[in-house]
Structures are given as structure tokens and as C-alpha cells.
């Protein structure tokens, strides 16, 4: 036991620290777990468990068959139509991002909701002369609401359901649950938290981003953009563009080359420089001074506007992009990822965790959730639009959705459900006592569990034409699915060697000085603030079996208990760490990371006793 509580406590600390990533974390957990067996009792076939654990295979086929749904359109058109609701009301702008992502990501995987829906609602927000942080924010916890609709909301609510199945030969009052088991308070969450944004949430959020203010305003990069003219006895003339900087000597990058009139952009290499070229530079004023006066260069003025470097004749365009939690970038620096060259784009300014960098970039480490500025013609936009390494701030122009596959999807989406959702026994005695046809009795073969249907749907969405057969492997977060598989030993130890047992008794003796009710609101809170350290798996393996202990020492409902846990890890409002949609709408809402626990602090506590009272008055305590 005691060595599980160090493994656990070693865990903690590289979740919260982030030292590794956590799904590298993860699997490091799942090899101590083997490796020190005799202490742990988790053997090499418990330990690789959670890859062929049910909810491990579920959430991937979700993953896809989202992915599916994403390839249509489907979503971005429901977006579309917010513009055309909202117009320059915020209420109504809220009212209509609410009503779209939250019951949305009641069937399809909240997170690429999220990520799909970003470029939509800042655009909605500059159209409407809306503060995109004023939308954003409402958008990543709408979807924690929506999440909470159904079963397949969240990777967290199968993944507890997986787990309330393991516990019940311990607890037999637990058991898996079914689709809409919680929809219910799901409805009343979604109700209460929509509300709580519209009147009193969005009061709470600063605008970090005003209405329309251009990026080069926003970035402040009015000092670090700026045109010089090449003179005739300037030392670079005749030299490649490639050759005239020295990286080691000056931070600074050639955007454009105009000459008589005419802007040209990457690829830029090549071309000589001629006298009385113009040269727009990313560069900070001291560098661009010393640049000047060595390569005996005249500063002609400095860039105040996107307009200035935007240009219709080269397509070239400045975006935001959002680094995702997948994203092959995370850990590499623009430098190691050699991004200029991969993506035919130029990064202008960075960043991360609120805080906007723009000198000596190449050397930045990336992270999840930072957003680059860049500048890329239409054709580089475009590639990056279908890339996974990146979320777009903005929609790019016509991705290519196969907008004539949605009928496909829909129909596929409804299949999975259905055979899971409607209780086709008690249809097939209904009929059969209506009509007197015992052969009804026979769609009792038609209820399926979730795991078959999903699986079932990843297959029809490639006969299909929704996905093609090479999509299915890029649609996967493997991050999500190697979380998964390492953190589901670590709670069959947790429960195996007593340690839940002994976490769950400590924390009924709260019971001695609280009602039952109380301790369940505790229960709630606890997990809400170790989700915001972990990740919201994480938080539900460990927790869950602790729940269930407790709730059985003091005579409560387990059930109850797990109910508690699976919504406090499901909906993550305190920053910007513990969820991943909240991560990506970071940097395009320009926020910091209090701006999250001002709105969050008071919707947490107000959810936690809405929630807690809805699980006791519908399953008792």
C-alpha cells in the first residue's frame, strides 16, 4: 500500500509540474506499477489493461466518429448561423454559441467542438463589435455543460462509467451507466451554467481583445514592424536575402521585398537585393538600429496596422494559431521545428500563458495552448487549416468540407445512439402484447453496448465516404488514449492493495462532524480542485474508488458518490490548465489566467450545490 501511495504521489507531482508529458506520465505509471508488482499487485496483464480496457477503445472510436462529423461541416455550419441570429447584441451572441456547442457536445466529443468552433465565434464576436473574450470563454464551458448531457459527452464520463463497472463486485450498487443515465441533471447543469453566463458571467470578463482592434495593435508590435530602404552603397546590395542577416548577431526577419511597387514574399531566399528595395522587418527598434546603421539601410516608418502588411498581391494574410495539446510542436522551439520552413509561414509574436513575447523567438519552447501570430499567403493558411499540429483563430476560406456526406453522418450519429439509448426490450414487449406478435419480442436483440456501436460507426463512416480509411489514425488524440491506458492500472492498485479503502475512511470522518450531504458537496469540491492540477481522467480513476469506499463506511449511496465525482471532473472552471478547451481559447481571447477563476470561482460553486442537490433529490444520498 505504501508503495502505491508513493507511486500516486510521484504521479501528483509530474502531473502538476508537467516535467513529462502527462501521457508520457502516465505510462511511466503503468511500468512502476509492473515492475514493483510484488507491493503493487498489478501484473503485466492488469497492467497493460487499460489499452484493451472497454473505455479506452470507446473514447477512440468517439474520437473518430467526431472526426467524421467535423469532415462534413456539420458543425461549422451550425456555427454560421449564429452570425446571422446574434448580429451586434452580446445576449443574443451568447444566448446563440450556448444553444449550439452546448447541446453539440452532448453527442459529439466536446473537445474538437471547441476546436471547430473558435474561428467561428471570433469571427462572430468582430462582426458583431463583440470582445472575442467576452464569447470565448462561454464557449470552452458551455461545452462542459453540453459534455454532461449523455455518456459520450466527455472521455471522463465513459471512462467512469468503466470504472463504476469494475467497482461493482465491491459495491454492487454501482453498475455502468447508461446512455442518458444523467441527462437529466445533465439538462438542469447546462440550464443553470447558461444562465449564470448570459446575466451575470460575461459582466465578470475583462476585454483583453477590444472589438476591433487590428493584431499588430494587439500584439503592440508597432515597434518591432517597420520598412527600410536599401541605399546604393549599402553593403547587401547584390547579396541573396538569405545571406544579408546573421542570426547570431541580429533577431530580425525579412517579410516582404517591394520593389517598384510590387511586394513579394516567401519564398524570399533567393532573390538579390537591388538598391531601392524596400524591406519590411520584424525586428525590435534597437536591432533594427543597429541593422540600419551597418548595412547602411534608411528606416523608412514602422508598420501600425495589419492592413500595411497584408497584401492582396502576394495573398498574404496575419492569423492567430493555437497550439493544441497534440500538437507534434509542444516542446519544440520554432528554431528545432524549422517552422518557417515546414509551413511557409513567418511567426511574428508569441503567446503564452498571457504573456506576449516578440524578441528571440526562434529559442521559445512551445506549449499547449500558446498562440502564435503569424503571416502565411493563402495557400500556407490552408495547409495549416488541415493540419492537427494547429487550431486556426479564424476560419480559413472554403476548407473543402464534404458537406454532401452530412446526411451520412447524421444517420450514423442516430445508429449509435440508438442502439444503445432506446430500450428496445421493453419496445419489443410492448408491441408484442399490442399486437400479439411474439416475433417483436426479438428486438430485444437489437440493444447494443456503446463500445460495439462505436465501433460499428467508425466502420460505416469509412464505407460511408465520411472519412477516408488513411483519416482514422490522425482523427485519434493518442495523448488522450495513453492517459487513458496508464492512469486505469494505477486505480485497479488503488483499489486492490486498500489503499481506496483506507483514503475512503479517512475522509468519512467527515461524516462525524457533517451530514452525508455535506461530505458528498466535499467530495465534489475535492475533485473539482485535483482536476485542476490533473488531468479530469486522472482525477476520476483516483477518486472514484476513494468515492466509493467513503460513501459505503458511512452508510451513503456509492452511486451517488461516483455521480459527484464523474460531473466535478467533467466541467473545469478555474483555469485554463484542467480542461483542454479551455486551453484553446487562451490566447485568441487574449485572456490571463485569473480572468478564468473570476468567472470560474463563482459558477464552480454554484454548479457544485445545484449538482449536489439534484443527485440527492433524483438517487438519493
Known amino acids: ?41 498489478i501484473s503485466v496483464s492488469e497492467g497493460i489493461s487499460g489499452f484493451s480496457s472497454p473505455a479506452t477503445i470507446t473514447v477512440l472510436a468517439m474520437l473518430i466518429l467526431s472526426a467524421g462529423i467535423s ?51 471570433s469571427d462572430v464576436a468582430h462582426k458583431g463589435k463583440t470582445s472575442p473574450s467576452k464569447l470565448l470563454i462561454p464557449l470552452s464551458y458551455a461545452s462542459q455543460f453540453g459534455g454532461m448531457l449523455t455518456l459520450i459527452g466527455t472521455s471522463t464520463n465513459i471512462l467512469a462509467s468503466n470504472t463504476a463497472a469494475r467497482l461493482s463486485e465491491t459495491y454492487p450498487e454501482l453498475h455502468p451507466f447508461s446512455f442518458f443515465e444523467f441527462t437529466t441533471l445533465g439538462v438542469i447543469v447546462l440550464v443553470t451554467g447558461s444562465v449564470y453566463l448570459v446575466t451575470v458571467g460575461h459582466r465578470l470578463l475583462p476585454e483583453r481583445i477590444p472589438p476591433e482592434e487590428d493584431y499588430v495593435e494587439e ?91 497584408e497584401s492582396p498581391q502576394t495573398l498574404q494574410s496575419i492569423l492567430e494559431v493555437v497550439i493544441p495539446v497534440r500538437s507534434t510542436l509542444v516542446g519544440e522551439t520554432l528554431d528545432s521545428s524549422t517552422f518557417r520552413e515546414r509551413y511557409d509561414a513567418n511567426v511574428l509574436a508569441l503567446r503564452s500563458r498571457g504573456e506576449v513575447f516578440r524578441d528571440r523567438l526562434e529559442g521559445l519552447r512551445i506549449r499547449a495552448g500558446d498562440t502564435l501570430l503569424i503571416q502565411a499567403d493563402s495557400g500556407s493558411i490552408d495547409r495549416l487549416a488541415q493540419n492537427r499540429d494547429f487550431i486556426l483563430a479564424q476560419e480559413a476560406p472554403e476548407p473543402g468540407y464534404r458537406t454532401e456526406k452530412i446526411p451520412h453522418a447524421i444517420a450514423i450519429m442516430v445508429g449509435v445512439v440508438g442502439f444503445v439509448a432506446v430500450p428496445w426490450a421493453a419496445v419489443g414487449e410492448s408491441l408484442a402484447s399490442v399486437t400479439g406478435l411474439p416475433q417483436f419480442l426479438l428486438l430485444a436483440g437489437f440493444q447494443q453496448d456503446i463500445l460495439v456501436t462505436a465501433l460499428a460507426g467508425v466502420v460505416a463512416m469509412v464505407v460511408a465516404g465520411v472519412l477516408k480509411p488513411n483519416e482514422l489514425y490522425s482523427s485519434v488524440d493518442w495523448n488522450v488514449i495513453f492517459l487513458l491506458a496508464g492512469v486505469i492500472p494505477l486505480g485497479i492498485a488503488l483499489e486492490q492493495t486498500g489503499a481506496a479503502t483506507l483514503l475512503g475512511t479517512g475522509v468519512a470522518a467527515a461524516a462525524n462532524v457533517f451530514p452525508v450531504i455535506v461530505v458528498l458537496w466535499l467530495f465534489y469540491i475535492a475533485t473539482g480542485l485535483v482536476t485542476e ?10 477518486m472514484i474508488p476513494v468515492a466509493a469506499a467513503a460513501a459505503t463506511t458511512i452508510g451513503a449511496s456509492p452511486f451517488s458518490f461516483v455521480l459527484a465525482v464523474t460531473f466535478a471532473a467533467s466541467t473545469s472552471f478555474l483555469g485554463p490548465i484542467g480542461y483542454q478547451t479551455n486551453l484553446f481559447v487562451y490566447g485568441p481571447g487574449g485572456y490571463k489566467f485569473t480572468d478564468y477563476f473570476r468567472i470560474g470561482a463563482p459558477l464552480q460553486l454554484l454548479l457544485s450545490v445545484v449538482t449536489v442537490a439534484g443527485i440527492a433529490l433524483i438517487w438519493g444520498v
Open 533 to 542: 492540477v490533473i488531468s479530469n481522467n486522472a482525477s476520476v480513476v483516483l
Open 71 to 121: 469532415q462534413t461541416g456539420l458543425v461549422q455550419t451550425l456555427g454560421r448561423r449564429i452570425s446571422r441570429f446574434s448580429g451586434e447584441s452580446l445576449t443574443r451572441q451568447l444566448a446563440a454559441t450556448i444553444s449550439v456547442v452546448g447541446p453539440v457536445s452532448g453527442f459529439i466529443n466536446n473537445t474538437p467542438v471547441v476546436a471547430i468552433l473558435v474561428p467561428v465565434i
Open 219 to 309: 500584439y503592440e508590435m508597432e515597434d518591432y514592424l517597420s520598412e527600410v530602404i536599401v541605399e546604393e552603397a549599402s553593403s547587401i546590395v547584390g547579396q541573396t536575402v538569405e545571406e544579408i542577416i546573421d542570426p547570431e548577431m541580429f533577431d530580425a526577419h525579412i517579410l516582404q521585398l517591394i520593389r517598384d511597387g510590387e511586394r513579394f514574399s516567401d519564398p524570399l531566399g533567393a532573390k538579390e537585393i537591388r538598391p531601392g528595395d524596400m524591406l519590411l522587418i520584424r525586428a525590435s527598434r534597437e536591432t533594427l538600429q543597429r541593422l540600419a546603421v551597418a548595412d547602411d539601410l534608411t528606416i523608412r516608418s514602422s508598420i501600425d496596422t495589419a492592413s500595411d502588411i
Open 1 to 41: 500500500m505504501l508503495v502505491v501511495g508513493a507511486i500516486l504521489v510521484a504521479a501528483i507531482v509530474l502531473f502538476v509540474t508537467e516535467w513529462l508529458p502527462i501521457d508520457v506520465t502516465a505510462i511511466a505509471v503503468m511500468v512502476a506499477l509492473m515492475v514493483l508488482e510484488p507491493w503493487t499487485e
